[in-house]
């Protein structure tokens, strides 16, 4: 298939593109590249495609003709960042994504898979939640995607489907690296400080998957038959991967020598608590087979983050934190706070061949 993968150059792109290829599909990019700045060599090479450098928001139905599906990965991407301005949230992760599904449907390209979140689930308790369970966010991240979902849904006819991919809570070594995600950051801890610092009380559950297994489903999705992902929702992960924090914890301390786990002075309980269940996109999805982890996906870590003598100025500072990159390009002049670029001249835009 011709494949259009917004998002391309984030955390999740990086590593799904080459994997997209490697199963035969021909990819073009569409990213603003805000962070062009936080490549993390030890995370591999960036694949080069043809590509719009440009924002997901700018995009017209004529950069679209002639595709066979849309991935669309862009979007402020986890609870801290998309609360710094929810309402730029909002109009990032809903508005353009709706208008983007639109001008796909308008254009002709038959299917569209959105990374939504199991963010969307909010506060759950201890139950396991499928599917069909109430959506809860807690943030305006998880509530632009479930506004997201519901206004594509509507777009969906015999000649468009979308579908919707909730994954659980990724961790994994990327060209594109984040260390604001649980295990990456814990592992990190772990092997600059022989400590894992938990920022809550270690009690909220959340199911975790690598990235590689989150690159997975989606190929699973886009060569599924169409009657079997037609406006479906599909949480991503595996049901024997829902964690506490404090376990995930463990298992990072039972892999480095010498760590150990301490509670931040001001820990409190996290009020993002979900336990999922994966079994329908198991299911309905047999070509699904997540290959990760909790435990490999830390020693992938550690064994990355000790030979690449990581330190903790590193992954605590602005480059590997989408939040504070963020707020840093803002700072330094070089994005407005509606996140565009205030010289285009620093930004490279070819076009799509």
Not at 45 to 55: H, K, L, T
Not at 273 to 279: A, G, L, N, P, Q
Not at 328 to 343: E, P, S, V
Request: glycine share 6%.
């Amino acid at each position: 298939m011709k494949v259009l993968v917004t998002g391309h150059l984030g955390y999740v792109g990086t590593v799904m593109v080459p994997m997209l290829q490697k199963a035969g599909h021909e990819v073009t990019g569409c990213d603003t590249d805000l962070y062009q700045r936080c490549t993390y060599a030890p995370g591999g090479s960036i694949s080069v495609v043809p590509e719009y450098r440009m924002d997901v928001r700018d995009i017209t139905a004529e950069h679209l003709a002639g595709f066979d599906a849309i991935i669309h990965l862009a979007a402020l991407s986890n609870d801290p960042l998309g609360e710094l301005n929810p309402e730029l949230t909002y109009a990032i992760n809903h508005q353009a994504s709706v208008r983007l599904a639109t001008l796909a449907k308008a254009a002709g390209v038959p299917r569209f898979l959105l990374a939504s979140s199991c963010s969307n689930y909010g506060f759950a308790g201890d139950a396991v939640i499928d599917e069909t369970g109430a959506l809860n966010p807690v943030t305006a991240y998880g509530q632009s995607k479930v506004w997201a979902e519901r206004d594509i849904a509507a777009l969906a006819d015999e000649h468009f489907c979308p579908t919707y991919l909730r994954p659980a809570t990724a961790y994994g070594l990327s060209p594109r690296l984040r260390f604001d995600v649980v295990l990456n950051n814990l592992t990190a801890w772990a092997v600059t400080k022989g400590l894992i610092y938990l920022k809550s009380d270690g009690s909220p559950w959340r199911p975790i998957v690598h990235i590689e297994d989150i690159s997975r489903a989606f190929i699973a999705v886009l060569e599924a038959p169409t009657e079997a992902v037609w406006n479906e929702a599909f949480n991503v992960g595996h049901s024997a991967h829902n964690y506490r924090i404090r376990d995930i914890a463990e298992i990072v301390a039972s892999l480095v020598p010498g760590c150990r786990i301490e509670l931040a002075p001001d820990a409190a309980p996290d009020k993002r608590s979900y336990r999922v269940s994966f079994d329908k996109i198991a299911r309905a999805l047999p070509a699904f087979k997540p290959q990760w982890t909790a435990r490999r996906g830390a020693m992938q870590l550690y064994e990355t983050f000790r030979s690449s003598g990581l330190r903790l100025e590193e992954f605590e500072g602005p480059t590997y934190q989408r939040i504070g990159h963020i707020k840093k390009l803002i700072a330094d002049g070089l994005i407005d706070r509606d996140l565009r670029w205030t010289d285009q001249r620093a930004v490279v835009q070819p076009a799509a061949e």
